[in-house]
C-alpha cells in the first residue's frame, strides 16, 4: 500500500525501492526551487544584480504602473522575494514568507500583468499567477520535511 492507503501497483514493480527512495523529497524540492527562483528576482530589484534595476529604478518603474507609494512598495517586493525567497527554501518561517509571496503575486497578476492576457511572452500574468499558486500550496503544506521549521519542531 501507498502512502494514501490505495493497493496501487507499479508498471515497473522493480522499480519499488527507487520510488519508496525519493517519495518524500517530491514537496521539500518544490518548496526549496521556488526560493531559489524568486531570489534573483528580489536581488535585482533591491540590488541590480543579474540586470535589475536596483531598488530606485525598480521604484520608478512601480510608479510609472500607478504602484503608490513606490519606493516602500519596491522595498517591500524587493525583501518579499529575496530573502522571503530564502526562507522558503530552507524551510524557516515558511507559511509569513509564502503568504508574502503570494499576495506580491496577486498584485503582479491583477495590478500589472493582466492587461496582457495569459501568455508571459506577451507580458502576461502567466508566471506571476503559476508563482503565486505555487507560493499558495507552500501555505498550505508548511515547510514539511528537510525544513529548518520541522527540524526546530515548530511552524506557523
Not at 518603474?61 to 522571503?84: H, I, K, W
Not at 508563482?131 to 527540524?151: Q, Y
Amino acid at each position: 500500500m501507498n502512502e494514501q492507503g490505495s493497493s496501487t501497483r507499479l508498471f515497473i514493480p522493480a522499480l519499488g525501492g527507487f520510488h519508496d527512495a525519493v517519495s518524500g523529497l517530491g514537496y521539500p524540492l518544490i518548496r526549496f526551487i521556488t526560493g531559489l527562483v524568486l531570489m534573483p528576482h528580489g536581488a535585482g530589484k533591491l540590488f541590480g544584480w543579474f540586470g535589475g534595476r536596483g531598488i530606485e529604478g525598480t521604484a520608478a518603474g512601480f510608479a510609472r504602473l500607478g504602484l503608490e507609494p513606490a519606493l516602500p512598495l519596491a522595498y517591500v517586493v524587493g525583501v518579499t522575494e529575496f530573502f522571503g525567497g530564502l526562507l522558503i527554501a530552507i524551510g524557516l518561517l515558511t507559511r509569513p514568507a509564502a503568504i508574502g509571496v503570494v499576495v506580491i503575486m496577486a498584485v503582479a497578476v491583477f495590478q500589472v500583468h493582466l492587461k496582457n492576457g495569459f501568455f508571459w511572452f506577451n507580458g502576461g500574468y502567466e508566471y506571476p499567477l503559476l508563482w503565486g499558486v505555487v507560493a499558495l500550496a507552500i501555505v498550505f503544506c508548511g515547510g514539511g520535511a528537510l525544513s529548518v521549521d520541522r527540524k526546530i519542531g515548530r511552524e506557523f
